[in-house]
């Protein structure tokens, strides 16, 4: 089966610049999940996805910080304006079950 | 909400050494517990989980784990290190009710030969 899709790779920004990323998730998988991975640090969960219903984004940045999973398929994450703070590698994850994520290869930002 | 804590950021071993990387978790309920573990430039893979049942879960690569409810923790062995064990391990513990996982700070495994 096709893996978790996100693009674009690489990004690099200056600060108060805006960027989207975007993300594909394995057919079927009715949950998807974005976290942000700061250097050295474990992923943070931002938001969760079920089919296109918010489950939970206690800790995603909402001044900042908007996603949405339109028909419950694809999903884009945006940051606007962009902190130097913000610099980390942006997962996407999907799960059938609930239980096991499957990640894509993530995209990371760097704010100049 | 739900917490890891992973204790040692960076664990070395020597290769056929034991393998014993430490979880301790916090949770209101009854957890789904896993590791995943991030090879070097390569996406996060499960390595293994815990939802119900048999307390001690095998997963890939003779990798181990126990989910202790007395102790709150979920550490993960394996009885002899090899090189291709080096990565950086994550624990995760997951909420029952809306599947939200939680990872910790990680722990980096450096497999000296």
């Known amino acids: 089966e096709a893996g978790v899709a996100q693009s674009p790779r690489y990004k690099i920004i200056e600060k108060r610049q805006s960027v989207a990323f975007w993300c594909n998730p394995i057919?079927?998988?009715?949950?998807l999940y974005w976290y942000q991975q700061i250097l050295g640090q474990g992923p943070k969960l931002l938001i969760q996805f079920q089919n296109n219903g918010v489950v939970d984004d206690s800790q995603l940045p909402k001044d900042r910080f908007s996603a949405e999973r339109l028909k419950g398929v694809d999903s884009t994450l945006k940051i606007q304006p962009a902190k130097l703070e913000d610099s980390a590698v942006y997962l996407c994850?999907?799960?059938?079950?609930?239980?096991?994520?499957?990640f894509g290869n993530g995209t990371r930002l760097t704010v100049t | 909400a739900q917490s890891v804590t992973q204790l040692g950021s960076h664990v070395s071993v020597s290769e056929g050494a034991l393998v014993l990387l430490r979880c301790n978790y916090s949770?209101?309920?009854?957890?789904?517990l896993f590791w995943y573990v991030q090879y070097p430039n390569q996406g996060l893979q499960l390595l293994l989980k815990?939802?119900?049942?048999?307390?001690l879960v095998k997963g890939i690569n003779g990798f181990e784990a126990e989910f202790k409810k007395s102790e709150t923790s979920f550490h993960l062995t394996k009885p002899s290190a090899h090189m291709s064990d080096a990565a950086e391990y994550f624990c995760?513990?997951?909420?029952?009710?809306?599947?939200?996982?939680?990872f910790g700070a990680g722990t980096r495994l450096t497999v000296k030969p």
């Open positions: 994850a999907s799960s059938l079950e609930g239980l096991t994520l499957h």
């Open positions: 949770s209101s309920v009854p957890p789904y």
């Open positions: 815990y939802t119900t049942g048999a307390t």
């Open positions: 057919s079927g998988h009715a949950t």
């Open positions: 995760v513990v997951s909420d029952m009710r809306d599947n939200d996982m939680r």
